[in-house]
């Protein structure tokens, strides 16, 4: 199948949330290029991750010009970095009025933001969440040590082996995940650690009204719901 007139290749095309606009990735020679509703963007050596902001308004990708790497917010260029991140690299803030990426500089991982600010160093990142209210974010880190932590509004909380998903409660106010110490799992809620005697939890829920935390865990073979901590 041959793209509107740009030749050798076309792939991953996909809508906007609001259905009103188009994008795909097409190659023309050596260069490849975003096409949105028809219209060829600027070239670049090559294309990775493309997102639409949850109001439609923006489109985010990133690219290669060279040997940097950086994203592209409504067709202007990002700051240069080694490498973007491949996998799940970009998250939309609610509201559409912010971003984050990941992004490689020199052997360590940051998770920058659209205003501006740079996270610390790490071994890995990843999970980039904001919340339901679009004023809090968090993330997943990977430290030197080995040691897995979530940071929650540039906080870094305590270590753990493996962190699970993070999620927000609908009223923004509070957080939880699981994570992994030894061979068990236990939950961490607002940064306050449980006790670590579950073979496995799975995904946490908040209540409607963000007054309620349930969750799946797996306790000597069988799984219980625990709701409410109980």
Not at 70 to 79: E, M, R
Not at 109 to 125: K, L, T, Y
Request: hydrophobic share 35%.
């Amino acid at each position: 199948v041959r793209s509107r007139g740009l030749g050798d290749v076309y792939k991953r095309q996909v809508y906007s949330y609001d259905s009103a606009h188009f994008v795909y990735i097409a190659r023309k020679g050596e260069k490849w290029h975003i096409v949105l509703d028809g219209q060829e963007l600027s070239p670049y050596n090559g294309i990775g991750a493309f997102a639409f902001s949850p109001d439609s308004a923006h489109l985010l990708y990133s690219a290669q010009k060279d040997k940097k790497q950086f994203v592209v917010l409504d067709g202007k260029d990002g700051p240069s970095y080694d490498m973007i991140g491949k996998r799940n690299p970009f998250a939309f803030s609610p509201d559409s009025s912010s971003f984050a990426y990941i992004a490689l500089k020199g052997r360590k991982w940051h998770v920058v933001r659209s205003d501006g600010m740079e996270s610390p160093p790490w071994r890995a990142v990843g999970g980039l969440l904001y919340s339901k209210n679009s004023a809090r974010f968090g993330y997943t880190a990977k430290k030197d040590n080995e040691k897995w932590v979530v940071v929650v509004d540039g906080e870094e909380g305590p270590p753990h082996d493996l962190p699970g998903l993070l999620t927000f409660s609908p009223d923004s106010r509070h957080f939880a995940y699981s994570a992994k110490k030894d061979d068990e799992w236990m939950m961490v809620i607002d940064g306050k650690k449980g006790r670590a005697e579950y073979e496995q939890i799975g995904i946490p829920l908040y209540s409607h009204n963000s007054s309620v935390l349930a969750y799946p865990v797996m306790k000597k073979g069988k799984w219980y719901m625990i709701k409410d901590g109980k």
